[in-house]
């Protein structure tokens, strides 16, 4: 019994001693972290400003001086090619019926006076109707004429008989004249009197839109729609948004360079009109350009390229491509800002040079010192 109460007094002994050393060991330990100092490059989080940085290694990341050049002044957007609406003509029938035969169909180009359908239509036969009539009237308003001058030449009737018959014959003529203007008007021929109403095209064109099949009822002209759309397509527009932040480079007057993917032409326009209102949603102003298409290569509904380039070049800041990263959905460059500090800067490209510079619309002025390497930056910024 005495020898276990020995071997606990002598366990409890070794126990204290080592307390004093296992202590000491983890404030040193402590004291270790405390004192670590960051890797070189990484940012200190001492800046309350998010585009401010501050790096224990600035000398790793070199500087270039901004470059002021004259520069052509470019705006690529892309366009859509539409028929010019001044060109463009809606064709209607003016008389009602029934389409019995259709000739022409939407994509077709069609020539001047072309037959585009056929209507089955009462109104062309009322209208025949009615010519049938008045020249009855008409070619017995002659004979009743013929008969009055000789009688009056003769003595036989008074002067107010040969005035009354000549007034019923000026009466029949305009009667017959209103009623031949009448088919015509609704497409037919007095010579050849048929139910048969033919829609003609009123210019050569390509049909751009079709309202109209076979066998559909063609309602009078009060309460119709255009049943087809011809467009004039040797000169068509170019639609394109350009964005309110480059909208006062585009100036009506401006010649505008239109590409067209699997075309290696590229066809001059001419900038007609630019919208007074933007898009509520883009933010963007619609222009449009005039463009000559002599050999139908432009067709509706084509996706190009519009490219405005000022007449005079202008001076514009250049830095290396290398000097600017995108983040969040901008474009930045980063500036030194004194000390081992840095500053983010946001900026608007302009065009790319062929020599690996950067054009910058705004955001720099001359003598600014950017990062050359703003990628690399931004890694070490990150981590």
Known sequence: MKDRINQRKRALARASALFPLVLALALFTGCSKTKAEPAAGTVVETNTDPNVFTMQSPGQFPLTTVEVRKVADEIHVNGLIAPDVNRSIPVVSLGGGRVVEIKAKLGDYVQKGQVLLQINSPDLSSAFADYQKFKADQQLADKQLARAKLLYDKGAIALADLENAEDVHTKATTDLNAAIQHVHVLGGDVNNPSPLLPLRAPISGVIVDQQITGGTGVRSLDNQQALFTIADLSTVWVLCDVYQ???????????????????????????????????????????????????????????????????????????????????????????????????????????????????????????????????????????
């Open 245 to 383: 932040d480059t909208l006062s480079r585009v100036h009506v007057g401006d010649i505008a360079e239109i590409n067209v993917t699997g075309y290696s032409e590229t066809l001059p326009g001419k900038v007609i009109n630019i919208s007074q209102v933007l898009d509520p949603t883009t933010r963007a102003a619609k222009v449009r350009i005039e463009l000559p298409n002599p050999h139908g290569i432009m067709r509706a509904g084509m996706f190009v390229t519009a490219t405005f380039r000022a007449s005079q070049p202008v001076e514009r800041i250049v830095v290396p491509a290398s000097a600017v990263v995108h983040l969040h959905d901008k474009d930045w460059v980063f500036l030194p800002a004194g000390e081992n500090q840095f500053r983010r800067v946001a900026v608007q490209l302009g065009s790319a040079e062929k020599d690996g510079q950067q054009q910058i619309i705004s955001g720099l002025k001359p003598g600014d010192r950017v990062v050359t390497n703003a990628l690399q930056f931004a890694t070490a910024a990150e981590e």
